[in-house]
Each structure stands twice: as C-alpha cells, then as structure tokens.
C-alpha cells in the first residue's frame, strides 16, 4: 500500500521535533546533566528502546527524588547526608554505586550488567539487553520504593519536614 501524504508528513515532523529536542539537549545548560550526557551517546537507541521507564527508574537517572543531595536542594532536607549510611552526600550515583545500605541489590545488578555503575555504563547495559534494563528497573523499583517509606517514616517523625500543599513553590 502507498504511503499516504498524511503518514510522510507525520514520519517528517516527527524526525524534525527529535533533531530539535536532540539539539536542545546539546546546548551547554542541559549538555553539563548526567542524565542527558549519559542517553546522549546513545540517543537514537534510546528513542527505538521498548522498554517502560518507570517513575523510579526516572528519579536515580535524573537524581530527582528521596536522595539528599536533592532533598536538601528543595529545601526539604537541611543536609546532603545520607539516612541509611555514614556519607555526607546522598545523591543518585550514591545509591547506585556506593550505598552500604543496597549491597544486596547492587550485587545482583552487578552480575547481570557488570561492575561499572557510572551512568553511562549502565545506560549503555540497559540498551544493550532487555534484561540488563529489567535488572536496572528492578533495583530502582526496590532501593527506591525503600527509601520512599524511609522518608515517610521521617516525615510521620517531624510533621516539620512535611511539604504543605499550595505550598511547593520556590520562594513560597
């Protein structure tokens, strides 16, 4: 059957809307992110990739969620520390590469995509094999969903620490 003018205008617009995302990401504000630096390389894999990005696999990718580093940023923590270990620093790569907290986990992830856990490495894992991606998916589903009832119970501790609603603005 013919493609219709419809479906080649559709695949044209589409391919444009990704050179300038793709541009976009490339310029020095966003180009200096983890997240983007890492899927960058790998950029049009990642668009074909099939698998489901989860809400927690989204936050230890970006670092936006129940880390102190961005905690403390939000002005929801008053330090960087990390609630289940010694560091003074809480962050994303944190949890995933050093944390004693989440040996176990990290054990099993390490023997499913191998022992570099820089965020390029383990997106490069993730692309590579549909495993590797459910094995990455995992451990953010598991470490997450635990440091999420930590900090929960530390909210139901200090009613203080809690976000008011209409409230969550900067500066409010």
């Known amino acids: 059957m013919p493609e219709t003018v419809f479906v080649r205008l559709r695949r044209r ?32 894999a990642w668009l074909k990739r099939e698998e489901r990005i989860s809400f927690r696999l989204t936050q ?15 002005g929801r923590e008053a330090t960087t520390n990390c609630h289940h270990c010694e560091s003074n620093l809480d962050s994303a790569q944190h ?19 191998g022992r570099d856990l820089s965020l390029p490495a383990v997106v490069t ?13 995992t451990f953010c589903e598991t470490v997450m969903s635990q440091k999420e009832a930590a900090e929960r119970d530390r909210e139901r501790a200090d009613p ?7 409230n969550n603005r900067r500066g409010a």
Not at 29 to 42: C, G, N, T
Not at 95 to 113: G, H, K
Not at 160 to 166: A, D, E, L, Q, S
């Open 95 to 113: 949890t995933l590469e050093e944390c004693p907290a989440w040996a176990s986990e990290r054990r099993v992830l390490v023997a499913r995509i």
């Open 160 to 166: 203080t620490r809690r976000r008011r609603r209409g």
């Open 13 to 44: 617009e589409r391919r444009h809307a990704l050179e300038r995302w793709r541009d976009r990401l490339e310029q020095p504000e966003y180009s200096r992110k983890r997240v983007v630096e890492a899927i960058l390389a790998h950029f049009e």
């Open 60 to 74: 230890v990718l970006t670092g936006h969620g129940c880390f102190g580093e961005y905690l403390n940023k939000i």
């Open 125 to 137: 894992a993730m692309l590579a094999e549909t495993e590797n991606w459910r094995e990455v998916a």
